[in-house]
């Protein structure tokens, strides 16, 4: 093992989680949904924390441990969190729930995020999370700079796509639609773009007040 590799490891391994965290996250993988890794939901928990986030949206609730991550040290703060799967969105109620989550700082949304974004209100988040479909990723994005806030920040967790992103030999759409955003946040005088290696990559892309 390389020394980058034992780095990673340890990052990986180091961050603790509350009770509900760990409890989300052997439920995710009960019901085969992939979670953020816990070096992921310490840095979502960390950035809530220095930007002092009050609005918050979520695309991919799953059962509800990344939210459970962005609101981990800003319990003031309001999560919208949308999410297709009407059983993924019924068991996410249960786990908040039980976190103590206070209902009225939970907005929870089963439908189709492509549908629900355009009817959200625009500059008015302080983190956007898109943990979407990575076929409808690029859209979903789109819709996530306009509603975060100057100043803002939207997050792109599997960035690299299962390592597939960093393989030259992978052409699929998933792979190069990551690819596209990528390369697209890099080239924007609108975004300031930081890529960490945290899981399996995490793209975080600060709206610029331009």
Same mark, same amino acid.
């Given at each position: 093992?390389?020394?980058?590799?034992?780095?990673?490891?340890?990052?990986?391994?180091?961050?603790?989680?509350?009770?509900?965290? *760990?409890?989300?996250? =052997?439920?995710?993988?009960?019901?085969?949904?992939?979670?953020? $890794?816990?070096?992921?939901?310490? /840095?979502?928990?960390?950035?809530?924390?220095?930007?002092?986030?009050?609005?918050? &949206?979520?695309?991919?609730?799953? #059962?509800?441990?990344?939210?459970? $991550?962005?609101? =981990?040290?800003?319990?003031?703060?309001?999560? @919208?969190?949308?999410?297709?799967?009407?059983?993924? +969105?019924?068991?996410?109620?249960?786990?908040? $729930?039980?976190?103590?989550?206070?209902?009225?700082?939970?907005?929870? !949304? /089963?439908?189709?995020?492509? /549908? #629900?974004?355009?009817?959200?209100?625009?500059?008015?988040?302080?983190? #956007?999370? #898109?943990?979407?479909?990575?076929?409808?990723?690029?859209? &979903?994005?789109?819709?996530?700079?306009? !509603? *975060?806030?100057?100043?803002? @920040?939207? +997050?792109?967790?599997?960035?690299?796509?299962?390592?597939? *992103?960093?393989?030259?030999?992978?052409?699929?759409?998933?792979?190069?639609?990551? =690819?596209?955003? +990528?390369? @697209?946040?890099?080239?924007?005088?609108? !975004?300031?773009?930081?890529? $960490?290696?945290?899981?399996?990559?995490?793209?975080?892309? @600060? =709206?610029?007040?331009?």
């Amino acid at each position: 093992m390389s020394r980058l590799e034992r780095n990673w490891q340890y990052a990986e391994q180091y961050p603790t989680e509350s009770e509900a965290q *760990v409890r989300a996250r =052997r439920l995710s993988l009960e019901i085969g949904v992939e979670p953020v $890794s816990r070096a992921v939901a310490a /840095q979502l928990s960390g950035l809530a924390a220095a930007t002092r986030a009050r609005a918050i &949206c979520e695309v991919g609730t799953g #059962v509800g441990l990344s939210g459970l $991550s962005l609101l =981990r040290f800003v319990p003031e703060a309001t999560l @919208t969190s949308i999410e297709i799967e009407a059983e993924h +969105l019924r068991q996410a109620r249960t786990v908040f $729930s039980e976190a103590g989550v206070p209902s009225a700082h939970l907005r929870l !949304i /089963q439908g189709d995020a492509l /549908q #629900v974004l355009p009817r959200l209100n625009l500059g008015s988040y302080d983190l #956007v999370l #898109v943990d979407a479909d990575a076929v409808n990723l690029l859209d &979903c994005f789109e819709h996530a700079l306009q !509603i *975060v806030r100057p100043g803002g @920040t939207v +997050l792109v967790p599997n960035a690299f796509a299962h390592g597939r *992103v960093t393989d030259p030999a992978a052409r699929d759409e998933v792979t190069q639609n990551m =690819r596209d955003l +990528l390369t @697209t946040v890099a080239e924007s005088s609108a !975004i300031a773009p930081v890529l $960490s290696p945290a899981g399996d990559g995490l793209l975080m892309l @600060t =709206r610029l007040e331009v």
